[in-house]
């Protein structure tokens, strides 16, 4: 199966400063990946598929960017509401499969 | 707005089967433009993809719980289901069921979710 590794594993960050979370998997998955963000409580909401579509309504601070075997999550300028933890999936192949995730946490 | 929700015992005894039925709402099971999936969660921990099925009754299992997961789908009450045999601790998780759209043969990511249903395995 395809691995997923997130890199790091906690981001601390203040509001309004740049964050980029990292995602690489174990072969190319040309760019079949997605990123996800999740609060507390929440179900995973889409932000971004197939590298670097942003899903339907996520705000223009989000973008997306690899091919291969590494892509990037940017998020230009952090909201309060933007500190949550963020996955990344693949679809290229079967299982699909999730990365362990990268918590940005409050600084 | 379509919605999904998860419905089914909260807590289930080792050994036993976990069994858990998500209603769609909003939209039809049985459009050919989506798939359909479950996805779990263990407390404080990653997303772990369980498996996706078609109206159609089409199954794909993640390899590592294949030999105990089954799906089915009931388009009459707009409904699929998993079931899961043999259920220890590790099994406690919460259980999301997700939506794939699909177009020409190819299906994307999960762009709508329930709202989990946490299953504890317990004595």
């Known amino acids: ?45 889409l932000l971004i598929y197939d590298a670097s579509n942003r899903a339907t309504g996520i705000p223009a601070r989000f973008s997306g960017s690899g091919s ?33 995730g990268t918590k940005v946490e409050i600084k | 707005q379509l919605q999904l929700q998860e419905s089914g015992p909260g807590l289930v005894k080792p050994s036993e089967t976990l069994a858990l039925t998500c209603t769609v709402s909003g939209g039809s099971i049985s459009s050919g433009t989506y798939c359909w999936g479950w996805i779990r969660q263990p407390p404080g921990k990653g997303l772990e993809w369980i498996g996706s099925v078609w109206y159609t009754g089409i199954t794909y299992y993640n390899p590592s719980l294949e ?18 045999t043999s259920v220890t ?5 919460v259980y999301y069921c997700a939506r794939r759209y ?4 190819v299906c994307y990511f999960f762009d709508y979710w329930g709202q989990g249903s946490l299953v504890t395995v317990s004595s």
């Open chain 1, 68 to 100: 291969g075997t590494d892509f990037t999550l940017t998020i230009s300028s952090l909201e309060p509401e933007d500190f949550a933890v963020y996955y990344c999936q693949q679809r290229s192949k079967w299982p699909l499969t999730f990365g362990g």
């Open chain 2, 67 to 84: 030999s105990r997961v089954t799906f089915s789908v009931d388009t009459s009450k707009n409904q699929f289901s998993l079931k899961l």
């Open chain 2, 89 to 93: 601790a590790a099994d406690t998780a």
């Open chain 1, 1 to 45: 199966e395809i691995v997923l590794t997130q890199s790091p594993a906690t981001l601390s960050l203040s509001p309004g400063e740049r964050a980029t979370l990292s995602c690489r998997a174990s072969q190319s998955i040309f760019i079949y990946l997605a990123w996800y963000q999740q609060k507390p409580g929440q179900a995973p909401r």
């Open chain 2, 102 to 105: 699909c177009s020409n043969d």
